[in-house]
């Protein structure tokens, strides 16, 4: 199967670039960033390029929240920290007094976001720790079952961008390893990640807390081990990967330092793709002065090195995979 | 050709186990090891069988001292350090007068091993940082070009255990996803293992050191980060692939927390193989009472649950790929 797309591709793209007729993008318009994507690809597969890319280097490296999927409001992991705050809130009778508890039970979440950093981290130990992790794994996956998306009451796992789960299948079918290099943590990625991307477990690296072994489990405990961002990521991807990406796709500057290493690679040509957020209409238009997903330094040294820059409004048919198929016209 | 491989594969397991003729485990007698060896891959990805693992959870997992190349008379990556702090000498007057670099320098292995964890630690920290992680790797490949284990006087890469490279390449013709779990050093480790083994860098998971991140490089710090070892195993298991394996390979205590781990699979049948030093005249015969290495509470163990045990004295044809081919008779 592999061996046959290979084959397909090769036939395909060895006629000139911009006359292309096989791909699987069905959900980008014909504009720069995907003929980018495109000429990228068959350029670092094609077994005569001069920039070919043997298969075992085709390291291609996605963030999540605001890449894949949707960040706003806020980051959907943090609607399930504050689910579970809530369910724990009658073992914890100080939380009633206590922030960034108590902005969490008053559904404030201004209150909570001004808890800042140190706020979020607080939340999120009481609430990611204390069981095993496959156990966490099923809790996230319960919840994920019924919580809805505060403003387009979706379930979370229905708000992923569909052309971007195009380029994920398209990078497999070109033989590239996809792994997802993300804020998120480790447990919550890796409980819906696998079913709903396709990308398996053992490719999911995150942000993640300090664990224990204990009878053949491991113990999430309340402390956190390493959060993945900004110049963490790239030592992420060593750690993880131990190869420099060839490609890698962020959305805000938190990435920057991920695309940067990927650039910096010696040996091929690579990658940097930002999807830039547009649409205020179809989902949320931001970057310079997001609280989440904020895009700045990342935004000029892309435009100025020209990177791949995702015009979400204009260059995306759909956003969400259940838009009905007439708006991919 | 993978399909083609499943496909021979089904053909002629589904004949009893113990008049198969199709194997790759050419350097194994027809002892109990191998038995139980077929006889669990057949049993796991037979399509009717009851114990049928699907594709994505064949996660393999592979001690490699001692498991997979030899690690007597102490483990390899220290040869690597003493010779690297003779290299590093001249910078470092105060070496001579100080433990344990004072023995380093005096060719005095016992002295060395005598300075604990703390000393190794402190001879790994002086030897294996201040440079960027793919300038580290070129030195060892370097080194390994020239450097000669001191009774075979062999390059370190030859004294590699071709019966286990046999189970490698099985399990991974039989769509396992084939893992190193070790106390080595990452870096170390990633520099020779892909080419020698055929087990991609993004599959090596070791100790690792802290690192920062710098102009598209990972510059190694002079501070250890994680040392994988006993209840470690697990744990970077779960950080580094996040599904519990279902095949354990070691030869030592300090994997038996691993093969614990992977026996607890509550979803699938699990394999769990020591390989028993037993042969003082091709390799080194240890095993309860051994510096390094030491198997034995996992040898009571192993035995008493009817692990299998591999004697490499009369279970293996051959040790090493340089063995002539009339050895194997």
């Known amino acids: 199967m592999k061996r046959l797309i290979v084959l397909v591709s090769v036939l395909f793209f060895s006629t000139p670039l911009f006359s292309v007729n096989f791909e699987s993008l069905h959900s980008w318009k014909n504009g720069n960033s ?44 943090l609607y399930f920290a504050m689910d579970r705050v809530k369910v724990l809130a009658p ?3 100080e939380w009633k007094t206590k922030e960034p508890f108590k902005s969490v039970l008053a559904n404030d979440i201004n209150g909570v976001m001004k808890s800042g950093e140190h706020g979020l981290l607080e939340i999120v130990n009481a609430t990611h ?21 505060p403003t387009t009451h979706r379930p979370y796992t229905e708000l992923i961008y569909q052309p971007m789960m195009e380029v994920i299948g398209y990078l497999k079918a070109n033989d590239f390893k996809v792994y997802i290099v993300s804020g998120g943590g480790i447990d919550f990625m890796r409980s819906f990640i696998p079913e709903v991307y396709g990308i398996p477990e053992e490719h999911i690296i995150g942000s993640n807390g300090k664990v224990h072994y204990e009878n053949g489990k491991i113990i999430k405990d309340n402390e956190i081990n390493f959060i993945d961002d900004k110049e963490t990521k790239p030592i992420a991807i060593y750690y993880g990967i131990g190869k420099q990406p060839v490609a890698a796709f962020g959305n805000s500057d938190g990435d ?56 979400m409004k204009n260059e995306w048919k759909l956003i969400y995979p259940f838009e009905s198929k007439k708006d991919r016209e």
């Open 129 to 149: 720790s204390g069981m095993d992790s496959e156990s966490f794994k099923s809790m996230v996956r319960e919840w994920l079952k019924t919580a809805r998306h």
């Open 256 to 311: 920057f330092a991920m695309m940067l290493y990927t650039e910096a690679h010696k040996k091929y040509k690579t990658l940097q793709l930002y999807v830039h957020h547009t649409d205020d209409k179809r989902e949320f238009a931001y970057d310079r002065k997001s609280h989440v997903g904020k895009l700045d330094k990342g935004l000029d040294y892309a435009r100025a090195n020209h990177w791949t820059i995702v015009d």
């Open 91 to 93: 073992e914890h009778p």
């Open 34 to 77: 995907k003929q980018e994507i495109l000429k990228y690809v068959s350029t670092v597969t094609e077994k005569n390029s001069p920039d070919f890319i043997p298969e075992k280097d085709r390291i291609a490296v996605f963030d999540n929240d605001g890449t894949l999927w949707t960040e706003r409001p806020v980051y959907f992991q």
